[in-house]
């Protein structure tokens, strides 16, 4: 007894380290929206693989509750795992009222007792069905089988696994809630960060802005050189982007990763964040009007795969150093109604004379769908290209 009771402080242990570790590496990804309560998959087959050998069992199941109201294996200890991992028992079947309502279940023979309806259950013998409950909440089930014709569990085998359930069950509990804090924590952080990007970045730029825009007045003297009459402009259209670029990184911090809609702002800064990677750097992006009440969903999911074109045709071929990136909700196209205008400009290599133009024929069809138009050509300034794809609102 004392051994076992050994044993079972340790198996208790082992979990408690596992899902330490497993929330070590879920906080510092919280604000990428990882983690998902118990289904921590690496520290739910440490549960398994324990209470395995803490019973003396041939397997050691872990299941969680389904969307149906059934349950699934999540996660499988055994020599022969194949076959184990997403078994569900449907809603149906009659052990599992047993089991979401926190109570034990003791089987003699898994292969021929009508409770047990999953295709799995022919492997087995005895089994112990325990829930992995604290208090009132039930977070999932833990089976331990043995193979058929092996000696049943004893009295002491169901008290001992039925402690270890319980226990492993609490240190579940209490690492959803450590994760809980350590997730608010990084939230509240980013919401601080927010503030002071809205309460001191962006006054700052603004100020200097109107600064230079009252320079760029006085600059109107013909005596000051036309070359710093252009400098001063271009430096007020910097900031101008600059703190749209502030305002589109405060929305993103806003968001909560595990809530954030998939409205056009959201799909807009996913797929630049995607091509970032290859290309080295981030392009930059701009939203111009309110683009989420104002782009319908047919013309934003166009957009969007508009943009993503446009960004591989960059990626590919322009052998650019900087992409912008401009969703404009306010645009006036040429036949004067409402519309929206995506410009995709960098500096690079520009248009060859010569090629396959099948990307930009794909842009030119799916703004004409619609309505629009898509050009392309060398940016204002001369260097590189500008993609401009509109469509009316």
Do not use: C
Request: net charge negative; proline share 5%.
């Amino acid at each position: 007894m004392a051994e076992r009771l050994s044993r079972l402080l340790d198996a208790v242990g082992s979990v408690s380290t596992a899902l330490l570790a497993a929330d070590a590496g879920e906080a510092g990804q919280a604000g990428a929206g990882s983690g998902d309560g118990v289904k921590a998959t690496s520290a739910l087959d440490v549960v398994a693989t324990e209470a395995r050998k803490l019973a003396g069992a041939d397997a050691g199941l872990v299941l969680l509750p389904t969307g149906e109201g059934g349950l699934e294996v999540v996660a499988a200890s055994a020599d022969r795992p194949e076959g184990l991992v997403g078994t569900v028992i449907e809603p149906d079947s009659p052990v599992v009222e047993h089991l979401l309502a926190g109570e034990p279940v003791f089987i003699d023979d898994s292969a021929t007792d009508p409770r047990m309806t999953t295709a799995i259950a022919p492997r087995f013998g005895p089994s112990m069905m325990l829930p992995l409950r604290s208090g009132s909440r039930v977070m999932g089930t833990l089976v331990l089988p043995r193979l058929r014709g092996a000696p049943g569990y004893t009295a002491e085998d169901h008290l001992f696994a039925t402690q270890f359930a319980a226990q492993a069950a609490l240190a579940l509990l209490l690492a959803d809630a450590q994760r809980d804090r350590e997730r608010l924590a990084v939230y509240e952080e980013r919401d601080r960060i927010a503030r002071d990007l809205h309460d001191l970045v962006i006054q700052r730029l603004f100020a200097t802005g109107l600064m230079l825009q009252g320079a760029q007045r006085r600059a109107d003297d013909p005596t000051i050189d036309r070359e710093i009459k252009d400098g001063i402009g271009r430096a007020v259209d910097e900031l101008d982007a600059t703190i749209q670029e502030v305002r589109t990184a405060i929305f993103a911090l806003q968001q909560s990763p595990a809530e954030a809609p998939s409205g056009l702002r959201t799909r807009v800064l996913r797929e630049v964040s995607t091509v970032a990677v290859p290309l080295g750097f981030q392009p930059s992006v701009r939203f111009v009007g309110a683009v989420e009440a104002r782009v319908g969903e047919l013309s934003a999911k166009n957009l969007v795969a508009a943009l993503r074109e446009a960004l591989s045709n960059a990626l590919r071929h322009a052998g650019a150093s900087r992409i912008d990136v401009v969703i404009d909700a306010t645009a006036v196209l040429a036949d004067g109604s409402s519309g929206v205008r995506l410009v995709v400009s960098d500096d690079g290599v520009g248009i060859p004379a010569t090629g396959r133009r099948s990307g930009l024929n794909n842009l030119a069809q799916r703004a004409e769908s619609l309505g629009g138009t898509s050009t392309y050509g060398p940016r204002p300034d001369g260097a590189g290209t500008a993609v401009v794809w509109e469509v009316p609102l």
